[in-house]
């Protein structure tokens, strides 16, 4: 009887033992991009899985499984909810459904350092959660704007009956300047372009050309507005259950270390003008009073439509992420 007591309890520390180095063991996590390879908004992307594989040996690493051509970008929101993918390379603009306060990442111009600092960052993660079973890991990119570019030059700086690409992130900003906002995904874009579909399309200042969009486009219109966000979701489950106290450190280190490197954008951002003019692309600077009223406007549209969306949390997201003082 002692021997068999003795035997039960050496399977049970075995048992403990093997649990313990299961945990502890190197975890390979499944990612996915809403962006094509090789693009703007998917290399840095591309690079932190570089650096993580390089730097996180025994600790995680990344699979990247692929970009649109593996999974369409309104579809992947779902995916990391459901644990299909582990990892996103994505934007709230694809999972407004989900989560329509993602759409504050875009509006907001305050800058992540702050929002880390203000509570902002733990407020729109504790959203995420409760709504989409995602973890907000950080952002990519910040203090990059969108433009409206134009196959047709606006009569007066007016869109009114202009049909434009859009996404949910500016498309009460469009309806408000009397366009017709069409949503078309950014593969279809250039076709839409050619065959008149479209009459221009929102986008930021930087990645058409990754795209070839240029060769359809004859005006970029200023002043931009918002600010583009890119940022790295996780499911809530993976991030919990399928990684150790170490694991999560690392990739919170890792991530803030991307956060580092925001003004590279500044500099690509300009670089990105200038090849427009070289490109034939006019750059339409509105007049001072006009491109005040442009900015006015969408950020007039952008927080109306989070307090209709969330009239729980738009009070606490406008103290947080406004500082427009709208």
Request: net charge negative; aromatic share 10%; glycine share 8%.
């Amino acid at each position: 009887m002692k021997l068999q007591y003795k035997q039960i309890a050496l399977g049970t520390v075995l048992g403990l033992m093997a649990a313990t180095a299961a945990h502890g063991a190197e975890v390979t996590l499944r990612a996915v991009s809403v962006f094509a390879k090789d693009s703007f908004f998917d290399r840095k992307f591309e690079a932190f899985v570089k650096k993580v594989n390089e730097e996180g040996k025994g600790i995680v690493q990344i699979n990247m499984i692929g970009g649109p051509e593996a999974m369409p970008p309104f579809e992947v929101g779902n995916a990391v909810r459901a644990g299909v993918v582990d990892m996103s390379n994505s934007t709230g603009v694809f999972h407004a459904n989900l989560v329509p306060e993602a759409l504050v990442m875009s509006f907001s111009s305050t800058p992540m350092a702050q929002v880390r600092a203000n509570g902002g960052y733990e407020l729109m993660d504790k959203i995420h959660r409760e709504k989409a079973n995602m973890v907000w890991l950080g952002r990519i990119h910040d203090g990059l704007k969108y433009h409206i570019y134009t196959t047709k030059k606006p009569e007066n700086g007016s869109f009114e009956g202009m049909k434009l690409r859009s996404v949910p992130v500016y498309r009460t900003f469009f309806q408000s300047l009397g366009a017709l906002p069409l949503q078309v995904p950014p593969g279809e874009v250039y076709t839409a372009l050619e065959r008149g579909v479209v009459d221009g399309y929102g986008w930021p200042s930087v990645g058409i050309f990754d795209l070839g969009w240029q060769e359809k486009t004859k005006y970029r219109i200023d002043p931009g507005f918002y600010n583009v966000e890119v940022s790295l979701f996780m499911n809530q489950n993976s991030w919990e259950k399928k990684l150790n106290d170490e694991q999560r450190a690392f990739l919170t280190d890792q991530v803030k270390q991307l956060e580092a490197r925001y003004d590279e954008d500044d500099a690509l951002a300009a670089k990105e003008k200038q090849q427009l003019i070289d490109a034939g692309i006019e750059i339409v600077e509105l007049e001072p009073k006009q491109a005040e009223e442009f900015v006015a406007k969408a950020n007039e549209a952008a927080w109306r439509a989070i307090d209709q969306a969330s009239p729980r949390y738009a009070p606490e997201l406008r103290k947080l992420f406004d500082n427009t003082g709208s």
